[in-house]
């Protein structure tokens, strides 16, 4: 599990570098699940993005690497069954657990 994150970070590393010289703005709201399941290298850091997002919602300040990673599959999962809709919906789709 420590590899796996250790992987992540590294990854999430790599995207902020690259990302630094495009500067791209995205709105996780709009990108389509199609899109999250090709995303490569970036999906890391949107799955820990997603992971801030919901402990914000629930006030919950710690983190757990078994959780994120039963979060990445959840998301992968309702996005490979629903290519066409968005990554919002596949995290509204949580709350529907």
Known sequence: MK???ASAVAALALTVTANVASAEEQD???IKC???LQSGSTMPLLIMWIDGYLSA???NT???DAYIEE???KLGEF???NQNAT???AISSLSDE
Do not use: I, P, Q
Request: a negative charge.
């Open 79 to 81: 996005c490979g069954k």
């Open 57 to 59: 919602a629930s006030d």
């Open 71 to 73: 979060l990445g599959n």
């Open 28 to 30: 996780v709201a709009k």
């Open 34 to 36: 199609s899109e999250f």
């Open 62 to 64: 710690t983190m757990d």
């Open 3 to 5: 590899k796996l994150l």
């Open 87 to 89: 990554l919002w919906d």
